[in-house]
């Protein structure tokens, strides 16, 4: 006989890793959007994001996640659990870190940057589409359907 605290809470169970990882896929894209705005030219109108985008996008953020785990977590451990904000294109957010924390804070940034490049996208387009997925429901529905897709089946395109 099933408890009656499983009939409510293990449908919360299931529905909650979904919606973690779109937590941390939103905090990572923001993360890296922010971090990698070099100098982007502004424009009046841009482009639609097509569904090649949309993969590429999401197989970009899903490189990134592991190391953006990684680096949080050594960064908390050696700043003692408290991390400040750190922006890869804000110099003062790295420069105002520790010695160990900033290499790892480099090395992210880089990494993440080189992530996006392999997955097809430039810089500006990632930070275009990470603008665009704050604004756009459908497009981060999109986004998010390609994520779990991609979870489900990592060689599918």
């Given amino acids: 006989m099933k408890k009656i605290a499983d009939l409510f809470f293990r449908d919360r169970l299931v529905n909650l890793l979904p919606k973690t990882f779109f937590c941390g896929f939103i905090a990572t894209a923001t993360l890296v959007s922010g971090s990698m705005t070099f100098a982007s030219k502004a424009s009046a109108q841009n482009l639609p994001v097509n569904n090649n985008e949309i993969v590429n996008y999401a197989r970009a953020v899903l490189a990134m996640e592991p190391s953006r785990q990684q680096a ?4 908390k451990k050696l700043m003692g659990g408290e991390i400040p904000q750190i922006v890869c294109n804000d110099p003062k ?32 387009r990632f930070n275009t589409i990470t603008i665009e997925l704050q604004n756009d429901n459908n497009l981060k529905r999109q986004v998010y359907n390609t994520l779990i897709r991609l979870q489900k089946t990592p060689d599918s395109p």
Avoid: M
Avoid at 102 to 120: D, L, P, T
């Fill in 93 to 124: 957010s790295i420069n105002n870190l520790p010695r160990k924390p900033k290499e790892i804070a480099v090395n992210y940034c880089n990494e993440s940057q080189k992530k996006v490049e392999q997955n097809g996208l430039t810089i500006d």
């Fill in 72 to 75: 949080f977590d050594e960064i």
